[in-house]
């Protein structure tokens, strides 16, 4: 079954629930091994991935995302959309609020973030002027806007490597720089799966204000129970986007730079 179309689950996202004739597989790749359920959903064909494992048991730091995004290339994925938990650095991002992503912040420092590290001498620099698909934006936007579910068009997530929450401090950094919500997984993920020429879209769901702008102590409880109000609505979003989908890519997430020639062409 050749699977074009993918879902990458996070916290309290563990259940492919609205998939038919649902199969698991554990793909093998150059980076270590990923597993994934597929299904159709109205015939089309979903792969999805949860990156914390069944119930949650890796940590964000050690989330093997290389595999992962190389797992759901293998396969035949062309277009991904991922959720996320944040926390909000804004006081007009409530919880329960959806931000459709638009910029990222990579605050990490873990390694395993590039395809391209130096292995036979190849050196690319990936252009992330755009670094979310445009193209999956607009049909995420169009589904929520057709099915009246709020939501806000454009935020900047900045990626920290956790597992812990932040420092106010950290937080009032953050929010100088741009950034608007926080969470532990989304730069890794966004890299990697443009240097792999997939088009990739992130939905994150404000499950709490970050430290030092919450009145209380941060905990992952809380970050679980917002999940687990607004899960099916988002599942719902995310397999009506692709099922909304054109066949045709109008993007340029998979258009690459032609190193020899200093070129960019079509080469996911
Ligand atoms: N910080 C980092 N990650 C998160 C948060 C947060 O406040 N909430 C949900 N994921």
Wanted: proline share 4%; net charge neutral.
């Amino acid at each position: 079954m050749k699977i074009e179309r993918a879902i990458i689950g996070g916290t309290g996202f563990y259940d492919p629930k609205l998939l038919k004739e649902v199969g698991e597989s554990t793909i093998e790749t150059k980076y270590g091994n990923a597993y994934i359920l597929k299904g159709l959903y109205k015939k089309i064909p979903v792969a999805f991935l949860t990156r914390h494992g069944k119930d949650h048991h890796i940590p964000p730091h050690r989330i093997n995302h290389r595999a992962n995004i190389a797992a759901l290339k293998e396969l035949g994925v062309t277009r991904v959309l991922a959720g996320t938990a944040v926390g909000s650095l804004r006081e007009r991002l409530t919880s329960g609020t959806l931000v459709i992503i638009d910029q990222f912040i990579d605050y990490t420092k873990g390694e395993n973030q590039t395809f391209y590290d130096g292995e036979n001498s190849k050196v690319v620099h990936t252009d992330f002027s755009e670094p979310y698909c445009p193209q999956l934006r607009k049909y995420l936007a169009d589904i929520m806007t057709k099915k009246e579910i709020p939501f806000v068009n454009g935020g900047t997530y900045i990626t920290t490597d956790g597992p812990r929450y932040e420092t106010p401090a950290e937080i009032r950094a953050f929010s100088c720089w741009g950034a608007d919500v926080v969470g532990m997984t989304n730069a890794p993920e966004a890299i990697l799966a443009r240097e792999a020429g997939l088009c990739y879209a992130n939905l994150s769901l404000v499950t709490n204000y970050a430290a030092g702008i919450s009145a209380h102590p941060l905990t992952h409880q809380e970050v679980v129970e917002m999940m687990s109000k607004k899960i099916d609505l988002i599942r719902e979003i995310f397999l009506e986007t692709l099922l909304a989908l054109p066949a045709e890519r109008d993007c340029l997430c998979s258009v690459k730079e032609d190193y020899d020639l200093g070129q960019r062409k079509d080469g996911c």
